[in-house]
């Protein structure tokens, strides 16, 4: 018992440590982001589970070049590498999109498939687009608990940024096949949701 109080208390102490030369980024649904000093972010979750399961993710991604780097974590807490970045549907809004983006999204969706993903699909506000155009995951999330064979989700927020036929022409050209499953699929969950 007192052992586990312990461990608790010093964890505690070391976050509250961590905090005190951090810098407010962002919340959301399940956390708070502090930026740290080395370039590294923490994220403080409501839910352990939530914070055991986003954990969970970044043990199979970390040979992944697209998910952030994972130094340490806690029952309520994650330190990774900070993005940064532009949220990619900001700069997409602002920007545009082009070749070397759809190129870049089209692999970070082959790339969920190698890491056995069973949702094919993230939202546009959870992807930081770098200078050079390639593409990081803030906020990965049931990527093995939900069964999602296309970007349907992603495509959604390209399409209200008035970009996705942009982005299918540059998939009907680069993966043939793979615009045949996703120009379909989406045209018809467009129909559906028109009704
Ligand atoms: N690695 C990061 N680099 C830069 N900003 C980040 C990073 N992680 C989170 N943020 C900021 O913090 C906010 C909340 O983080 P997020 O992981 O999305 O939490 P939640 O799971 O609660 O949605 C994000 O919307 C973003 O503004
Ligand atoms: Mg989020």
């Known amino acids: 018992m007192n052992d586990d109080k312990n461990y608790y208390i010093q964890l505690n102490s070391k976050v509250e440590k961590m905090l005190k030369t951090s810098e407010f980024l962002g ?18 979750f409501k839910n352990k589970k939530v914070c055991q399961g986003e954990y969970n993710i970044f043990v199979k991604t970390r040979k992944s070049k697209y998910f952030p780097k994972v130094y340490e974590h ?3 807490y994650i330190v990774r590498d900070f993005a940064s970045g532009k949220r990619l549907d900001k700069y997409i809004k602002k920007n545009g ?15 969920f498939s190698k890491l056995k993903f069973n949702r094919l699909d993230i939202r546009c506000k959870d992807l930081y687009l770098m200078d050079d155009f390639s593409i990081n995951v803030i906020d990965p999330k049931n990527n093995y608990s939900k069964i999602v064979i296309y970007p349907r989700h992603l495509m959604k927020g390209l399409n209200n940024l008035g970009v996705i036929d942009e982005f299918l022409s540059v998939v009907q050209v680069e993966r043939p096949k793979t615009y045949e ?5 989406f045209k018809q969950y ?6």
Do not use: T
Request: glycine share 6%.
């Open 97 to 111: 999109i082009n070749k070397k983006i759809s190129l870049n999204i089209i692999k970070l969706i082959e790339e």
């Open 74 to 76: 806690g029952p309520y």
């Open 27 to 44: 919340s959301g649904h399940n956390g708070i982001v502090y930026l740290l000093p080395n370039n590294r972010v923490i994220k403080i």
């Open 181 to 185: 499953l996703w120009n379909f699929r």
């Open 190 to 195: 467009l129909e559906e949701n028109i009704k």
